[in-house]
């Protein structure tokens, strides 16, 4: 029993806000802002002929932009590892 309250209160600290102080002391809550990925001056022909931008996200992985044949919705497609190596 004890060990699964540690491990309960382990686990809950895993997801701890980022946090600053104020002047008085009181804690505010910093907001995380998201970098929009980049694109590079690459590009990805896929097996039909056709080309791609290759975009960057700020976590350094490679994807391009695809369009769904079904529902014609936009989605990110990730490259491989081994395509990554531009």
């Given at each position: ?29 910093v907001a995380k ?49 081994k395509e990554n190596?531009?």
């Amino acid at each position: 029993m004890k060990t699964l309250i540690i491990l309960l209160l382990l686990s809950g600290s895993t997801f701890a806000q980022s946090v600053k102080r104020d002047e008085q002391g009181n804690f505010i809550s910093v907001a995380k802002t998201k970098e929009p990925p980049q694109k590079t001056t690459f590009w990805y022909k896929d097996s039909k002929g056709n080309k791609h931008d290759v975009y960057v996200t700020s976590t350094g992985r490679h994807f391009i932009m695809k369009v769904s044949a079904k529902t014609g919705k936009e989605y990110r497609y990730y490259l491989e590892p081994k395509e990554n190596k531009l």
